[in-house]
């Protein structure tokens, strides 16, 4: 499948579509909702992504922490396709929270890309990792291609990850600012596992994971085949982090994956738990004190989120804080920048 790429023509990081105090409602109308004022959740829905991934049990260790500490809530876990998806059932009222890629709540901010004339406001309550992009292939592809940068890339077979994913918006941000057209590549939009499958079978030259580093999915992939990640050159990586979307630098240490026995330079995007404008004030302050004080349980689902997983890393956050959750944070001492009050 063929796939036009995101115009960049209104692309405009600095612009933030809230008035200090109120939001659009999300049925899209005039009406205004004042900024956590809306009803208390005892059931709330948390969008996730694909079983496989990684944010679906960090979902599921919410699910219980909320269960087990916070009196008459619970949470229930959505299987999705993971950033842009959730953003839009949060916008429709159909999530009450959701695990999100950093470049696709910026995106919805500012009603770019994936969200271009349609913008979804959303705040956060935690930040949690990076996502790392991972150019993914195997070895044989690799050398029969010519994949010495990303850039390599083009006129192959490329996936860019399932259909509304925040691994999509990533990908397709990447080649905008690299300056690759849609026509230029034959993209296929698949999930990590459908992409892992078409790798070995040959029918896809390369493919897109923006995961958490240490992904079980890439493992895999590395103890039955050889492995073999394609890097963001020096001048690729600088069109990329200079560009749109809050893209940092980052290194995949040599022997984080079977068979990868050098360091690999590329970028990573951070992921948020974000909620609605509307999200009651007391329960965002309540699940964020939760998480925090309960952490371990998150851990033990994605123990490579150790040094991530405190609460200063808010201030990485791509979207303004909620209410609530910011209450908690400047409890700890933490100074939130005006950027990211709401």
Known sequence: MRRALPSLAALSTGVLLLTACTQPAESG????????SGPVQNQLSIATGGTAGVYYPIGGALSGIIGDNIEGQSGSVEA??????????????????AIVQ?????????????????????????????????????????????????SDVVESRY??????????????QVFASLEIAGDQIEIDQLGYAET???????????????????HAGIT????????????????ERSAVVNGYGGYTEHTIAAGTYPGVDEDVPTIA?????????????????????????NIDAVLDVYAPAEEYLVAETILNSPVPVHPGALRYYEEQGIEIPEELRP
Not at 29 to 36: C, Q, S
Not at 269 to 293: P, R
């Open 220 to 235: 895999e992939l590395g103890t039955t085949d050889d492995l073999h990640l394609i890097p963001l050159c020096d001048d």
């Open 269 to 293: 995007v951070w992921n948020a738990l974000v909620v609605s404008g509307g999200f009651n004030e007391d329960q965002a302050y309540e699940i964020t004190k939760a998480m925090f004080e």
């Open 29 to 36: 109308g005039d009406e205004e909702v004042e900024i956590g």
């Open 159 to 172: 996936s860019v990850g399932d259909v509304g994913s925040g691994n999509e918006a990533t990908t397709n």
């Open 196 to 214: 892992a499958s078409a790798l070995q079978n040959g029918q896809l030259d390369a493919g897109s994971w923006v995961v958490g580093e240490g």
């Open 102 to 150: 950093g470049d696709a709540a910026d995106q919805a901010a500012t009603g770019t890309a994936d969200f271009e004339g349609a913008p979804v406001e959303t705040y956060s309550l935690a930040v949690l990792y990076p996502n790392v992009f991972h150019a993914v292939t195997l070895d044989p592809i690799a050398e029969s291609k010519g994949f010495e940068c990303f």
């Open 80 to 97: 999705t396709g993971a950033s842009v998806e959730n953003i839009r059932l949060l916008g429709s009222g159909t999530a009450h929270m």
